[in-house]
Every structure is written in structure tokens, then in C-alpha cells.
């Protein structure tokens, strides 16, 4: 959406107390000037005796007020609402000439303040860069900028929902405790200062009670406006148990196989990886696979205007999903797979390219790991030395500190088993066999490209035609088009909720690696900006977190085992010198880590330091294996996002003491929470570094507005960590209490200075008052950098990729490397099975079906549901702006009209959806857009549910929750991922739910205001 062709139009009507003037998006002096005091003046002045600010508040008017342009700028009245403003100024541009009234003569005199900032959209993880204009203090207008590189000023309907988060009614400005029962929304504001002791008391108590494994930490992308604070607080207590509305259900997979593949980036959209097919600059991309990639849902304001470009430039498009997406609808190719049958799809296009021999057959060859001959026991590749143990690997380090393994391959040139070292190709002293099985010290063992060969031989077009449900001629002109030409896979999250999710990511990953589009232009597999390049052998550290420095644990791929030994044992005496015991520390944060429930089964979930879900809501509810009594929620709703809602609320019941952080109270407030800390909408909140990168560019997020108390989550944090330390006598009593400072701060000035650093400036208090002039931007031309694995390094080797082998690995070593020991989470301890045993994850893509699919017959549940995204909403957000609910007030639920005419149901019908775990119901949408027998409906919740107005209340997740009908009872091997697409359920007729608003008129409650101090309370029922 175009804000400047009429799309914050409606906005403006709604909250511009003046005519418009104009857009002021001018680069003059007055233009470039930041906020003035306005606001702060305004609910000082109508404070009248509210309770002093406490240390949050005193943190954020520092903020505030260091990004003043006009320090001295005199007070502004006090309003409690934009009404009073119209009427003060004389200037409601809806109001008529009878409108007109007496003034002070000063102030009718005097003009109006506009003033225009710079900074950028937090209401999705793009970061889109937007101008924000404000009249006397107020925030009226948000329009894109059109420097945007991708944006080019677009912004989407989630951006301009932010004027109605900021300045709802329902924004809590000041910490509230609950007075009532759960669940009744009864509330009293508190200070900070009380909030935060209250918070510290019921923690510390829970720890000295049970033991720091008691306190919980909820994260996610469900509203959660950063991604470090929760792992900090795990970290800083030693509280392993942190569940998170995405996670293993949300890009963990594609973290950890851009990693382990790639030792860098990986093809995942919504991670803003996959941007080649963006370059407009220099445009080398002739096709992309949009592989279950709603990117014009996630990324509206910058992905779907982007899209279009891309299709102009004649990029030919394949698009893979079950639902006729905004980019189905545009594509050359749709695939309209049966949902999560794509492993099938992914096995019927590798055999397809194996078998027509469509491949890069010298990539393959000389820079991946599929011509490995792997040991059948263990089934790692061999290493030379395994074989031969008396081979000396030209390509060792004398200094023992880089390791570059030689393996072992079938040689084309002498016909026999041989050594493989790492080198150039044309100095490579063998032709290896990509394809093949050999005899090595008298067993057979076949080469990584062989077991993924076998693994899809059988999937001939035929096949999997008729078990994705899409035409064979079609499947093959799409897989064509892809071999055939600059290309590459974009993938969205959708197989992330499922089991298969592991299939999913290896195999789109493989294919492309298989095909060589990796590190060229035209290709999705791209690193960027020159920090990619390498002069010696490239490394990576899980996540690039410090715990090989600060507790040596963890294994640094690209350096020796030995190198790693000693990295582990310097951390170890550095601890010693602190006056600590350093191994027994070493061994409290490696236990800590291992105590996450389900990770024994499930070992790559310590990528994000989270467990499985069932095991956590057993442990809630028995008490086993430890006793969890306090909850830190710092996400969003995860009763909208998560399975088996009714279970967790049963589960959550058993808490001693819940504290929920947001914005805005969700159904996790009202259902559960003891304490709500209130937190800055992204208007409100100025940081450096919890910023995305939109393409090339990285834009400071300033404070415009600030309203009440509302804080900084990454003040709040380090504030309660402090606090909970002096409720147990010392930072001794945690884990480890100086590791709370990654990322997060305890003032304003403690993270200036890192701010300032990263940008390029000396003061980041004077950068903010003309942001847009520091903007970081990377040149395009720096920007794209190819072929880095290529560079040589200073030991006279191309650099390779920070992989094990130095190549790139469709073979997925790390995967059957992380199932036996945990590997390289622990180093130099081992996590193994629940039983002490080998876990065999699998290493290469693997047929596998969603334990409930459309296969066999079920007369009961006759249909396959699949979910998706729309452009309105992120994840659990936004459900309060009334704008949005007015386009989209309840989930449709989209059927073919085949379908519907047989149950008897018209566009705009009441369904309810069941499945064998729960039920729901949502607003028929037909369509030809699914296909008979298949199903798509979002996730929803209703905020109104527990509006002041309701005669029957309720926490608002009951009526419309996808998740109710979800799985987690079977969940992906390797990363816990549950089901929470991909299964059956039936479909009736049914009445509307009571309680939820669909009519425009009655979402008036939601309609902002101009919050004072005092005005808060009113929302809440007996505050």
C-alpha cells in the first residue's frame, strides 16, 4: 500500500486534529526536526498527583528527551483526548464554520507545531524505513520513505495500525497488579518501583524454594518486540525452561540448516536471506521457487511492491502451495500440492535432476560433501586418516588451530577408494564419484549423493503427481524451468509447523546446492556485504553466542579439536581468576542447558535455547522432573499461537505467580498473568541494534512519543535480574549475572555509546535528531559478494564455507552429529539419548507423511486443513486495531464451493472446523483458491472479549483458535517442531460465537485516544 496515493489517508481523518498541510517530507532544517516535549508536558500536566516516575520511566524520558530537537520548546496544555485537542486549536478539519469559538488571544495566535521524524516500522520484522509527522507533540500521519531501497515509501496496513496501538485506550500505561481472581481482568496500577520488587519477591522465592529450573521464560514472534532479552534472563538465572510461540515452530530449522549446510545464510524469506531475486541493480536472477513463501502476507509494504518489480523485470516465478497466494495468483507456475505432501514434491524434483542429470555435476563434485563415502556404522563421512592411519593430510594446519579434514571418495581416475583432500579443484589429486557405493577395509559404504539418490529413486513424476495431487506435466515444465535456469528456492515457514519440518529445510536447501546456485549471482544461497569474505579458514560459532568464551562450551566449527579443548580450558582459568570455581561453574551452565525438557530427544533446540512444548506442560502440571512456579512471559498471546490451548490453561493454572510484559493485555494477561509491566509500542521505542536489515540498509528506531510509564523490555529485564540478585543476597546466588548485559542494558546511557559505535557516530543523542542521515547503508556493489568461497586464505586454500568439511553439506553431517551427542551444543560434553543412546536423525531429505493426511480414508474427518498469513496481521498482533478488525474482524475459513454446496454453506456462513483434539469455528470465504477437500483458516483471538462492555466475559481465545484442533503429541526428530497444519479435521454449519465484534460501529472502543496518566484504568473492569 502506497501511503502517499491515499493509503494513510483514513488514518489521518482519524487522528489529525489539523487540516493537512501538506507531507512536509522536505529535507529542511524544521522538516529534519525530532519531537519536542510536548507529550512528556502533557501527562506531567495532567498528572496531579499520580505517583512519581520510578527507574523504567526516569530511563525512558532520558530517551525521550535526548532525542528532543528543541530542548526548550514550551509546554502544550494537557488533553485527555484528540476531541480536546479539536476544540483547543479551533482546527478539526471535520468541524464546520459553527464549529468556531472564542480563544486566548496568545493562544490562537500561536501556530501549530508539525514536525517530521525519521525511523522505522516495528509492527513485523522488515523494518520498513517511515517518515512519522507530528502536530504539537501528537503522533497524526505515518507515510513511507521513499528511500526506502526496497519500500521506495511503501508501507503496509500493520504499519499504520501503529497510530491506533500507540494511542489506544487499551495501550496499559503503568504497571497494573491484579486485585481479582485470574481471569476477571480486575486491576490496580502500581508503581514501577513496587512492580518490580513484587516480580523479584515471587521469583527469588520460587528459586530458594525449588531451585532457578522453576522459573519460566516465555518468548516468540507473537508480539515480542526483541530477540535477545528472554535468552538473557535464561542465561543470567540458569532457567532453562523458555517455550516460545514460534521457535521450533518458526525459523529454528532454517537457522540451524543454513548453518550446518551452509555455514552461513539460509532460504528462508521471512529471515530476509533470499534477496537476490531483489537485485534490481544487477538484475542476473531468471526464475525464483517461492516454495510455501507468502512473502506479500509477511512483507507487504516492502516484499509484495518489491515482488512486482521482480516480475517486471521478466523473473519467471514457480510457486509452491496449496492456497492461491497474492504470488500464486502472479505466477508463471503454481503447484497446487496437497498440503505438506512437498517432501513428495521435493523427492519427485530430485530425481528428476539426478536422473536427467540436470545437476552441476563439478560443483557437487569439488564443493560438497556428497562425493563422501560414509561409514555405515556411524554414518559420518570417513576420514582419511580412519582409513589409512598412517596418511598425512597435505592440508592440516602445523599450528593445529584450523581444521580442514581430507575424507575419502571412489576415484573416477583410478578406479579405487582414495583420499580426498581439500583444495582447488584443478588440484585436486582425485575425479570423485558423486554417485556410488565402494568397498572400504571390507564394508560397503555409499557415498552421501548415493543415499540421497536412493532415497528418492522411486519418486518418478508419475508418483509424485498422484500423491501431490498436481499434474505430471506441470510438475515436470516447473522443474525444468528451475534446472535450467539462474534460480533458486525461497521458502516460507509453513513445513516449521509440522514434523516434517526437518525434511523440509534439508531438502530445498540440497536442491539448490545439488544444482550449484550457491554463492553466484542469480542464486537465492548468497552471503553478503564484505564481511563474507575470508582470509583464513571461515568459522562459526553457534548463533555467534559467548559461551565458548565466557563458560568454554560449545565447539567452534573450523577450528581443531584440540584448538577447541583449549579455547574450553581458557575460559575455564579465566573464571578461576574471577574467584570462582571454573569447572564447576563450566559444569552448572552445561547442566543447565541439558535440563531443557524434551532437548535429550530433541538436541537442536538449543540453537534457541528452547524445549519441546508437551514436555513443559507436563512438567507444569506433575511436577516432573522439576517444579516450574513462576512464569516471565515476555511474548505476546500464546494462547493464539500455540496448541492444545485448553491443556495449557489448565497447565498454567498451577502457577504460583505469572508476569506478563506487552503493550497491550492479551489473553495470556487476562487468563493468567499476576503482574503486567507495561512496554513501549514502537513509536515509543528507540533502539540501535534490535532492528532488522531491509535489504541494504539499517535505520535507527527512535523515540516520537511517550506515553505513561511504558518501558524499554531490555531495561526491564536487567532491572528485575538486579532486583532478583538483591532479593537472594548476591549475584553469586544466579548463574551467571553479568551475562544479562548481552544486548540488554540498565540505562539509556549504558548503550549509547554501542549504538553511536554501530552507526558510525560520535553522540547517538545528536544522530537521532536527523536519523535519516544515518542510515546504514551498504553499497550494492559491496553488497552482493560471489564466489567467496573461492578466495584464498592465508593457508594457500580457498576459503571454503564454515562447515565442517569446508564445503558445502547436502549430507547433513551435523544433523547425525547433533543426534548422537548433542554435538556441537555442549563440547566438550556429550548429551545423549534418554537412555544413553544414539538418537539417528536423518541427513538427508526422506520421504515422510503428516501422521494425519489425505491418504487414507476418513470418513470423520474428511478434510485437510492447512493455515496461512494475510497482509493485516502479524502473528498474535494487531487484533486490537480497529481499522483491521473492520477489513478483517473474524478468521475466515476458505473452502472450494464444491465443497460448500455440499455441506450446505454460502459465502459469509458460520462453520465450525473440529478435529480429533478440539474445536472451532470461523467465517466461510469460498473459493477456487484450495481445492476440494482442503481447508485454510488463520489464527485468530478477540480482544473485546474481555472489554468492560462484555456481558459475558472471557479471555478471547476460545471462539476462533486454529491451535485448538492443533497436534504436538508427534513432532519433528530433530527440532521438536509440533503439528499445527497439515492434519484432518470436519466441517458444519454452525451459528456465530457470542461476544465478538464483526460490525464496524463496534469496534468504537477500540478508537484512539490521547492517553493522560489517569485514563488507563478506565478499560479495566473494577480498577
Known amino acids: 500500500m502506497d501511503a502517499h496515493a491515499g493509503g494513510s489517508g483514513v488514518f489521518e481523518r482519524a487522528y489529525s486534529p489539523h487540516a493537512s498541510r501538506g507531507r512536509g517530507r522536505n529535507r529542511g532544517e524544521e522538516d529534519r526536526m525530532t519531537k519536542t516535549n510536548a507529550t512528556r508536558a502533557r501527562d506531567a500536566a495532567s498528572a496531579q498527583g499520580a505517583r512519581k516516575r520510578t527507574a523504567p520511566a526516569q530511563a525512558n524520558a532520558a530517551s525521550a528527551q535526548g532525542n528532543a530537537s528543541a530542548h526548550d520548546a514550551p509546554e502544550q496544555p494537557a488533553y485527555r483526548n484528540l476531541a480536546d485537542i479539536a476544540d483547543a486549536t479551533q482546527a478539526w478539519e471535520l468541524s464546520g464554520p459553527a464549529a468556531l469559538r472564542d480563544a486566548d488571544e496568545a493562544y490562537a495566535s500561536s501556530g501549530t507545531d508539525v514536525r517530521m521524524h525519521h525511523t522505522c516500522c516495528h509492527n513485523c520484522y522488515n523494518c520498513c524505513p517511515v517518515w512519522v509527522r507530528t502536530e504539537d507533540g501528537v503522533a497524526v500521519k505515518i507515510e513511507g520513505d521513499l528511500d526506502g531501497t526496497l519500500s521506495k515509501g511503501a508501507i503496509c496496513t500493520k504499519c499504520l495500525n501503529q497510530l491506533h496501538l500507540v494511542y489506544s485506550p487499551r495501550h496499559v500505561l503503568h504497571p497494573m497488579k491484579r486485585v481479582g481472581e485470574r481471569g476477571t481482568n480486575e486491576w490496580e496500577a502500581i508503581s514501577w518501583d513496587e512492580a518490580l520488587d513484587l516480580a523479584a519477591t515471587q521469583m527469588a522465592l520460587a528459586i530458594r524454594k525449588y531451585g532457578p529450573y522453576s522459573i519460566m521464560v516465555g518468548a516468540g514472534g507473537g508480539g515480542t518486540y526483541g530477540n535477545v532479552f528472554q535468552r538473557v534472563t535464561q542465561d543470567a538465572l540458569g532457567a532453562p525452561v523458555c517455550i516460545s510461540a514460534g521457535g521450533c515452530q518458526c525459523y529454528l530449522p532454517a537457522d540451524c540448516a543454513g548453518q550446518w549446510m551452509h555455514g552461513g545464510s539460509n532460504n528462508r524469506h521471512e529471515g530476509n536471506n533470499a534477496r537476490e531475486m531483489w537485485n534490481a541493480w544487477h538484475p542476473t536472477m531468471e526464475c525464483v521457487v517461492l516454495w510455501g513463501a507468502q512473502t506479500s502476507a509477511s512483507g507487504a509494504g516492502y516484499a509484495a511492491r518489491a515482488n512486482a518489480d521482480m516480475r517486471e523485470r521478466g523473473v519467471k516465478t514457480i510457486v509452491v502451495d496449496p492456497y492461491l497466494t497474492e504470488e500464486a495468483a502472479k505466477a508463471d507456475i503454481w503447484l497446487p500440492v496437497r498440503p505438506m505432501s512437498d517432501i513428495a514434491m521435493l523427492l519427485g524434483w530430485f530425481h528428476y535432476i539426478i536422473a536427467n542429470k540436470l545437476y552441476d555435476e563439478q560443483f557437487c563434485k569439488y564443493w560438497t560433501n556428497y562425493p563422501f563415502l560414509i561409514d555405515p556404522d556411524t554414518r559420518l563421512p570417513l576420514k582419511a586418516e580412519e582409513v589409512w592411519p598412517d596418511y598425512v593430510n597435505p592440508a592440516a594446519d602445523p599450528n593445529d588451530v584450523y581444521d580442514t579434514p581430507a575424507y575419502v571418495c571412489f576415484d573416477a581416475r583410478t578406479n579405487s577408494v582414495q583420499p580426498f583432500p581439500f583444495s582447488l579443484p584443478k588440484d585436486s589429486p582425485v575425479d570423485p564419484v558423486v554417485f556410488c557405493e565402494a568397498e572400504v577395509n ?582
Not at 525461497?490 to 529445510?505: K, P, V
Not at 523490555?713 to 540478585?725: A, M
Not at 548503550?751 to 553511536?756: D, L
Request: glycine share 8%; net charge negative; charged share 25%.
Open 442 to 1023: 571390507g564394508r560397503l559404504c555409499k557415498t552421501g549423493g548415493q543415499i540421497q539418490w536412493e532415497a528418492c529413486q522411486e519418486w518418478t513424476l508419475e508418483k509424485t503427481a498422484q500423491v501431490t495431487w498436481v499434474d505430471a506435466d506441470t510438475i515436470e515444465r516447473a522443474v525444468k524451468l528451475y534446472a535450467t535456469t539462474l534460480s533458486g528456492i525461497g521458502t516460507g515457514q509453513f513445513a516449521d509447523m509440522s514434523e516434517l519440518s526437518s525434511n523440509f529445510i534439508f531438502g530445498t536447501m540440497a536442491l539448490d546446492i545439488l544444482c550449484g546456485k550457491v554463492d553466484k549471482p542469480g542464486v537465492v544461497l548468497t552471503e553478503q556485504k564484505p564481511a563474507s569474505r575470508h582470509t583464513t579458514r571461515p568459522t562459526l560459532f553457534w548463533c555467534d553466542r559467548p559461551y565458548q568464551e565466557t563458560f568454554g562450551v560449545g565447539w567452534t566449527v573450523g577450528l581443531t579439536e584440540n584448538e577447541n579443548l583449549r579455547r574450553s580450558q581458557a575460559a575455564v582459568e579465566r573464571l578461576n581468576e574471577q574467584g570462582v570455581d571454573g569447572l564447576a561453574k563450566q559444569r552448572q551452565f552445561v547442566d543447565y542447558q541439558m535440563a531443557r525438557l524434551g532437548s535429550d530427544k530433541h538436541k537442536a533446540v538449543h540453537q534457541w535455547q528452547l524445549n519441546e512444548l508437551a514436555p513443559v506442560r507436563r512438567a507444569l502440571k506433575t511436577g516432573e522432573p522439576y517444579k516450574i512456579a513462576v512464569r516471565w512471559e515476555q511474548s505476546g498471546n500464546k494462547y493464539c499461537v500455540m496448541g492444545h490451548g485448553e491443556e495449557w490453561n489448565e497447565a498454567y493454572a498451577t502457577l504460583d505467580y505469572c508476569i506478563h510484559q506487552q503493550p497491550h493485555m492479551t489473553s495470556t494477561t487476562i487468563e493468567d498473568a499476576d503482574l503486567f509491566l507495561p512496554l513501549q509500542e514502537w513509536l515509543e521505542f528507540e533502539h540501535g541494534t534490535e532492528t532488522v536489515t531491509q535489504f541494504n540498509q539499517t535505520f535507527m528506531r527512535k523515540q516520537i512519543v511517550h506515553l505513561g510509564e511504558t518501558a524499554d523490555p531490555f531495561i526491564v529485564v536487567t532491572q528485575l535480574v538486579d532486583k532478583v540478585c538483591e532479593k537472594l543476597g548476591g549475584s553469586d546466588k544466579i548463574l551467571y549475572r553479568d551475562f544479562q548485559f548481552n544486548g540488554t542494558y540498565r540505562t539509556k546511557e549504558d548503550i549509547y555509546p554501542v549504538w553511536a559505535k554501530l552507526f558510525g557516530v560520535d553522540d547517538w543523542e545528536q544522530a537521532v535528531k536527523h536519523s535519516e542521515d544515518h542510515t546504514l547503508t551498504v553499497p550494492i556493489d559491496e553488497l552482493y559478494q560471489f564466489y567467496q568461497y573461492l578466495d584464498i586464505a592465508d593457508d594457500g586454500l580457498p576459503a571454503g564455507f564454515a562447515t565442517l568439511s569446508r564445503k558445502c553439506e547436502p549430507y547433513v553431517t551435523m544433523a547425525v552429529m547433533n543426534g548422537h551427542t548433542g554435538f556441537p551444543y555442549h563440547f566438550p560434553y556429550e548429551q545423549t539419548g534418554p537412555n544413553g543412546e544414539w538418537l539417528e536423525y536423518d541427513a538427508v531429505c526422506t520421504y515422510k507423511e503428516q501422521s494425519e493426511n489425505m491418504l487414507q480414508d476418513d470418513p470423520d474427518y474428511p478434510f485437510y486443513l492447512t493455515t496461512g498469513r494475510i497482509a493485516h496481521y502479524h502473528h498474535s498482533t494487531l487484533r486490537n486495531a480497529p481499522y483491521s478488525r473492520e477489513l478483517i474482524p473474524v478468521p475466515d475459513v476458505r473452502l472450494n464451493p464444491r465443497d460448500a454446496r455440499e455441506l450446505g454453506v454460502a459465502h459469509g456462513d458460520w462453520v465450525e472446523l473440529s478435529s480429533r483434539r478440539g474445536r472451532t469455528r470461523g467465517r466461510a470465504y469460498l473459493t477456487e483458491g484450495v481445492r476440494p477437500g482442503v481447508v485454510m483458516m488463520e489464527r485468530f483471538y478477540f480482544p473485546e472479549s474481555y472489554d468492560k462492555t462484555q456481558k459475558n466475559f472471557s479471555g478471547g481465545w476460545r471462539q476462533c483458535n486454529v491451535n485448538l484442533m492443533a497436534r504436538d503429541d508427534v513432532v519433528n526428530p530433530t527440532f521438536a517442531s509440533a503439528s499445527w497444519r497439515g492434519y484432518r479435521v470436519n466441517v458444519r454449519k454452525a451459528e456465530k460465537p457470542e461476544g465478538i465484534w464483526t460490525e464496524p460501529h463496534e469496534f468504537e472502543p477500540f478508537m484512539p485516544t490521547l492517553h493522560t496518566q489517569d485514563n488507563t484504568q478506565e478499560v479495566f473492569r473494577h480498577a
